[in-house]
Protein backbone atom coordinates (compact mmCIF):
# COMPACT_ATOMS: atom_id res chain seq x y z
CA UNK A 1 0.00 0.00 0.00
CA UNK A 2 1.62 3.60 -0.96
CA UNK A 3 2.02 5.74 2.03
CA UNK A 4 -0.72 8.72 1.09
CA UNK A 5 1.81 11.39 1.94
CA UNK A 6 4.07 10.26 -0.64
CA UNK A 7 2.94 12.70 -2.94
CA UNK A 8 2.38 15.45 -0.38
CA UNK A 9 3.17 19.16 -1.60
CA UNK A 10 6.58 19.83 -1.18
CA UNK A 11 7.59 23.10 -2.36
CA UNK A 12 9.70 24.38 0.44
CA UNK A 13 12.36 22.04 2.84
CA UNK A 14 13.95 24.39 5.78
CA UNK A 15 17.56 23.00 6.54
CA UNK A 16 17.64 23.17 10.13
CA UNK A 17 20.45 22.37 12.62
CA UNK A 18 19.21 19.42 15.44
CA UNK A 19 22.38 20.64 17.22
CA UNK A 20 20.19 23.76 17.94
CA UNK A 21 17.04 23.05 20.60
CA UNK A 22 16.02 26.78 19.59
CA UNK A 23 15.84 25.99 15.63
CA UNK A 24 14.20 22.90 15.66
CA UNK A 25 11.56 24.10 18.51
CA UNK A 26 8.94 26.32 16.04
CA UNK A 27 9.95 26.59 12.74
CA UNK A 28 6.40 26.12 11.78
CA UNK A 29 5.49 29.65 12.48
CA UNK A 30 7.73 30.44 9.14
CA UNK A 31 5.33 28.23 6.94
CA UNK A 32 7.60 25.74 5.03
CA UNK A 33 6.09 22.40 3.67
CA UNK A 34 8.70 20.10 5.24
CA UNK A 35 11.89 20.93 7.43
CA UNK A 36 14.91 19.20 7.30
CA UNK A 37 15.89 18.04 11.21
CA UNK A 38 19.79 17.92 10.22
CA UNK A 39 21.87 15.20 11.86
CA UNK A 40 24.55 15.15 9.82
CA UNK A 41 27.39 17.97 8.33
CA UNK A 42 25.32 20.54 10.20
CA UNK A 43 26.33 18.93 13.96
CA UNK A 44 29.62 18.86 14.87
CA UNK A 45 31.05 15.22 15.60
CA UNK A 46 31.24 15.66 19.29
CA UNK A 47 27.60 17.00 19.57
CA UNK A 48 26.21 13.70 17.33
CA UNK A 49 24.17 12.28 20.65
CA UNK A 50 23.36 15.89 22.07
CA UNK A 51 21.31 16.37 18.55
CA UNK A 52 19.91 13.04 18.78
CA UNK A 53 18.30 13.71 22.08
CA UNK A 54 17.04 17.51 20.91
CA UNK A 55 16.15 15.58 17.70
CA UNK A 56 13.88 13.33 19.69
CA UNK A 57 12.34 15.35 22.18
CA UNK A 58 11.23 17.55 19.69
CA UNK A 59 9.84 15.32 17.40
CA UNK A 60 8.01 13.01 20.72
CA UNK A 61 6.96 16.81 21.86
CA UNK A 62 6.32 19.39 19.72
CA UNK A 63 3.61 19.88 17.66
CA UNK A 64 4.65 20.79 14.14
CA UNK A 65 1.51 21.64 12.98
CA UNK A 66 1.32 19.74 9.41
CA UNK A 67 4.85 20.57 8.46
CA UNK A 68 6.64 17.35 6.95
CA UNK A 69 9.30 16.34 9.49
CA UNK A 70 12.09 14.81 7.50
CA UNK A 71 15.46 13.83 9.32
CA UNK A 72 18.44 13.84 7.31
CA UNK A 73 21.03 10.93 8.63
CA UNK A 74 24.64 10.75 9.04
CA UNK A 75 26.26 9.19 5.87
CA UNK A 76 25.77 5.28 5.63
CA UNK A 77 29.92 5.29 5.12
CA UNK A 78 29.59 6.13 8.93
CA UNK A 79 29.00 4.06 12.54
CA UNK A 80 26.49 6.65 12.82
CA UNK A 81 23.25 6.31 10.59
CA UNK A 82 21.46 2.99 12.04
CA UNK A 83 21.10 4.97 15.81
CA UNK A 84 19.75 7.64 13.47
CA UNK A 85 17.25 5.86 12.48
CA UNK A 86 15.97 4.07 15.62
CA UNK A 87 15.92 7.86 16.82
CA UNK A 88 13.84 9.51 13.79
CA UNK A 89 11.65 6.89 13.67
CA UNK A 90 10.87 6.17 17.66
CA UNK A 91 10.23 9.73 17.92
CA UNK A 92 8.01 10.08 15.36
CA UNK A 93 9.46 11.46 12.05
CA UNK A 94 7.48 11.39 8.40
CA UNK A 95 10.59 10.60 6.05
CA UNK A 96 14.73 9.86 5.98
CA UNK A 97 16.92 11.81 4.06
CA UNK A 98 19.85 9.47 3.12
CA UNK A 99 23.27 11.49 1.97
CA UNK A 100 25.40 10.85 -0.34
CA UNK A 101 23.32 8.25 -2.45
CA UNK A 102 24.97 6.46 -5.54
CA UNK A 103 23.29 3.28 -5.73
CA UNK A 104 20.20 1.55 -5.22
CA UNK A 105 21.76 -1.07 -2.42
CA UNK A 106 22.24 2.66 -0.73
CA UNK A 107 18.55 3.03 -0.30
CA UNK A 108 17.77 -0.58 0.37
CA UNK A 109 19.81 -0.74 3.47
CA UNK A 110 18.17 2.29 4.82
CA UNK A 111 15.12 1.13 3.98
CA UNK A 112 15.70 -2.45 5.87
CA UNK A 113 16.82 -0.53 8.83
CA UNK A 114 13.67 2.00 8.56
CA UNK A 115 11.40 -1.11 8.42
CA UNK A 116 13.29 -2.83 11.36
CA UNK A 117 13.19 0.84 13.90
CA UNK A 118 9.39 0.70 12.74
CA UNK A 119 8.80 -2.88 14.19
CA UNK A 120 10.58 -1.91 16.91
CA UNK A 121 9.05 1.25 18.26
CA UNK A 122 5.40 -0.20 17.37
CA UNK A 123 5.16 2.02 14.13
CA UNK A 124 2.67 1.04 11.39
CA UNK A 125 5.11 -0.63 8.41
CA UNK A 126 5.69 1.77 5.31
CA UNK A 127 4.63 4.89 7.42
CA UNK A 128 8.41 6.43 7.25
CA UNK A 129 9.42 7.67 3.69
CA UNK A 130 12.49 8.00 2.17
CA UNK A 131 14.36 10.72 -0.18
CA UNK A 132 17.90 10.53 -1.72
CA UNK A 133 20.65 13.00 -1.92
CA UNK A 134 22.82 12.82 -4.35
CA UNK A 135 25.91 14.36 -4.21
CA UNK A 136 28.38 13.17 -6.73
CA UNK A 137 28.53 12.26 -10.25
CA UNK A 138 27.88 8.71 -9.92
CA UNK A 139 24.78 9.03 -8.09
CA UNK A 140 23.55 11.66 -10.59
CA UNK A 141 24.28 9.12 -13.09
CA UNK A 142 22.57 6.63 -11.51
CA UNK A 143 19.33 8.69 -10.35
CA UNK A 144 16.30 6.83 -12.39
CA UNK A 145 17.61 3.14 -10.86
CA UNK A 146 17.77 4.93 -7.13
CA UNK A 147 14.64 6.69 -7.85
CA UNK A 148 12.92 3.38 -8.92
CA UNK A 149 14.73 1.18 -5.98
CA UNK A 150 11.82 1.69 -2.98
CA UNK A 151 8.01 2.12 -3.07
CA UNK A 152 9.07 4.15 0.14
CA UNK A 153 11.13 6.35 -1.67
CA UNK A 154 9.53 9.73 -2.21
CA UNK A 155 12.02 12.15 -3.97
CA UNK A 156 15.64 12.81 -4.91
CA UNK A 157 17.31 15.71 -4.09
CA UNK A 158 20.46 17.56 -5.41
CA UNK A 159 22.28 18.73 -3.13
CA UNK A 160 25.22 21.35 -5.16
CA UNK A 161 27.77 21.87 -2.91
CA UNK A 162 29.40 17.89 -2.58
CA UNK A 163 28.33 17.64 -6.38
CA UNK A 164 30.45 21.05 -7.79
CA UNK A 165 33.42 19.70 -5.65
CA UNK A 166 32.82 16.10 -7.28
CA UNK A 167 32.57 17.70 -10.86
CA UNK A 168 35.34 20.18 -10.34
CA UNK A 169 33.43 22.64 -11.27
CA UNK A 170 33.34 26.03 -9.76
CA UNK A 171 30.27 27.62 -7.81
CA UNK A 172 29.11 30.30 -10.50
CA UNK A 173 25.93 32.01 -9.29
CA UNK A 174 24.61 31.12 -12.79
CA UNK A 175 23.66 27.59 -12.00
CA UNK A 176 25.36 26.73 -15.28
CA UNK A 177 27.26 23.93 -13.54
CA UNK A 178 24.15 22.05 -11.87
CA UNK A 179 22.48 22.28 -15.41
CA UNK A 180 23.30 18.71 -16.43
CA UNK A 181 22.45 16.99 -13.30
CA UNK A 182 19.07 19.04 -12.83
CA UNK A 183 18.56 17.65 -15.97
CA UNK A 184 19.27 14.01 -15.77
CA UNK A 185 17.62 14.04 -12.27
CA UNK A 186 14.06 15.61 -13.61
CA UNK A 187 14.23 13.48 -16.04
CA UNK A 188 14.63 10.29 -13.60
CA UNK A 189 12.55 11.02 -11.07
CA UNK A 190 9.77 11.38 -14.14
CA UNK A 191 10.28 8.45 -15.47
CA UNK A 192 10.20 6.56 -12.00
CA UNK A 193 7.00 9.01 -10.55
CA UNK A 194 8.77 10.75 -7.42
CA UNK A 195 9.46 14.15 -6.77
CA UNK A 196 13.02 16.16 -7.47
CA UNK A 197 14.18 18.66 -5.49
CA UNK A 198 16.60 21.29 -6.04
CA UNK A 199 19.51 22.62 -4.12
CA UNK A 200 20.14 25.15 -1.59
CA UNK A 201 21.01 28.74 -2.15
CA UNK A 202 23.26 29.83 0.22
CA UNK A 203 23.98 33.57 -0.57
CA UNK A 204 21.44 34.98 1.81
CA UNK A 205 22.11 38.93 0.53
CA UNK A 206 21.55 38.29 -3.00
CA UNK A 207 17.55 37.52 -3.22
CA UNK A 208 17.46 38.58 -6.56
CA UNK A 209 19.78 35.92 -7.74
CA UNK A 210 17.85 33.51 -5.25
CA UNK A 211 14.42 34.59 -6.65
CA UNK A 212 15.80 33.98 -10.57
CA UNK A 213 17.23 30.09 -9.39
CA UNK A 214 13.47 29.40 -8.30
CA UNK A 215 11.75 30.57 -11.34
CA UNK A 216 14.23 28.95 -13.12
CA UNK A 217 13.84 25.55 -11.42
CA UNK A 218 10.15 26.30 -11.28
CA UNK A 219 10.38 26.37 -15.03
CA UNK A 220 12.59 23.14 -15.47
CA UNK A 221 9.57 21.35 -13.25
CA UNK A 222 10.98 20.83 -10.13
CA UNK A 223 8.85 20.08 -7.14
CA UNK A 224 10.41 22.46 -4.92
CA UNK A 225 13.69 23.57 -3.41
CA UNK A 226 15.76 23.22 -0.17
CA UNK A 227 16.22 26.25 1.94
CA UNK A 228 18.56 27.60 4.60
CA UNK A 229 16.42 30.43 6.00
CA UNK A 230 12.93 31.29 6.64
CA UNK A 231 13.32 34.41 4.30
CA UNK A 232 13.66 31.95 1.39
CA UNK A 233 10.11 30.73 1.87
CA UNK A 234 8.00 33.44 0.59
CA UNK A 235 9.46 33.79 -2.42
CA UNK A 236 9.43 29.86 -2.99
CA UNK A 237 5.73 29.70 -2.37
CA UNK A 238 5.39 33.02 -4.73
CA UNK A 239 7.32 32.11 -7.51
CA UNK A 240 5.17 28.47 -7.42
CA UNK A 241 1.82 29.98 -6.57
CA UNK A 242 -0.51 30.17 -9.86
CA UNK A 243 -1.20 32.90 -11.83
CA UNK A 244 -5.32 33.48 -11.65
CA UNK A 245 -5.12 32.52 -15.59
CA UNK A 246 -3.70 29.26 -14.97
CA UNK A 247 -6.14 28.62 -12.47
CA UNK A 248 -9.55 29.48 -14.58
CA UNK A 249 -7.91 27.06 -17.21
CA UNK A 250 -6.93 23.76 -14.83
CA UNK A 251 -10.74 24.19 -13.76
CA UNK A 252 -11.59 24.46 -17.15
CA UNK A 253 -9.28 21.18 -18.60
CA UNK A 254 -10.63 19.40 -15.19
CA UNK A 255 -14.31 20.08 -16.03
CA UNK A 256 -13.90 19.23 -19.77
CA UNK A 257 -11.97 16.02 -19.11
CA UNK A 258 -13.68 14.63 -16.37
CA UNK A 259 -17.37 15.00 -18.29
CA UNK A 260 -15.57 13.99 -21.85
CA UNK A 261 -14.09 10.88 -20.37
CA UNK A 262 -17.66 10.05 -19.35
CA UNK A 263 -19.00 10.92 -23.00
CA UNK A 264 -15.85 8.38 -24.53
CA UNK A 265 -14.78 11.90 -26.27
CA UNK A 266 -10.49 11.68 -25.87
CA UNK A 267 -9.61 14.77 -27.81
CA UNK A 268 -11.13 18.35 -27.80
CA UNK A 269 -10.35 21.68 -27.49
CA UNK A 270 -10.15 24.01 -24.23
CA UNK A 271 -9.96 28.02 -25.18
CA UNK A 272 -8.68 27.12 -28.50
CA UNK A 273 -6.17 24.48 -27.66
CA UNK A 274 -6.08 21.02 -28.26
CA UNK A 275 -6.93 18.83 -24.62
CA UNK A 276 -6.06 15.42 -23.82
CA UNK A 277 -6.06 13.17 -20.78
CA UNK A 278 -2.48 13.86 -20.72
CA UNK A 279 -3.47 17.59 -19.50
CA UNK A 280 -5.51 16.41 -16.15
CA UNK A 281 -2.49 16.03 -13.83
CA UNK A 282 -0.86 18.82 -14.62
CA UNK A 283 -3.94 20.97 -14.26
CA UNK A 284 -4.82 18.75 -10.76
CA UNK A 285 -1.18 20.07 -9.86
CA UNK A 286 -2.47 23.60 -10.56
CA UNK A 287 -5.28 22.97 -8.22
CA UNK A 288 -3.20 21.73 -5.55
CA UNK A 289 -0.74 24.41 -5.70
CA UNK A 290 -3.62 27.37 -5.62
CA UNK A 291 -5.07 25.39 -2.64
CA UNK A 292 -1.70 25.37 -0.75
CA UNK A 293 -0.89 29.12 -1.22
CA UNK A 294 -4.37 30.26 -0.26
CA UNK A 295 -5.47 31.53 -3.30
CA UNK A 296 -7.89 28.75 -4.61
CA UNK A 297 -12.06 29.31 -3.96
CA UNK A 298 -13.22 26.78 -6.11
CA UNK A 299 -14.62 23.91 -5.41
CA UNK A 300 -12.59 21.27 -7.28
Not at 86 to 93: D, P, T, Y
Not at 148 to 170: M, P, W
Request: glycine share 8%; charged share 30%.
Amino acid sequence: MINPNKYRLRRTMMFLNCQKPSLIKDPYIYKPDSVMLDLEDAVAEREKDAARYSLYHALKELDYRGVEKVVRINGIDTGLWKEDIRCAVAGGCDSIRIPKTEYPRDVKMVEEAVAEAEREFGRPEGSVLLMAALESARGVMNAVDICDCSERLFGIALSGGDYSKDIQANISGTGIEFMGARQHMIIAARAAKVQCFDTVWTDLDDMHGFRKEVEMIHAMGFDGKSIVNPRQIPIVHEVYTPKEKDIIFAEKVIREIDDKKAKGIGVFTVDGKMIDIAFYDGAKRTIALAKASGVYKGDL
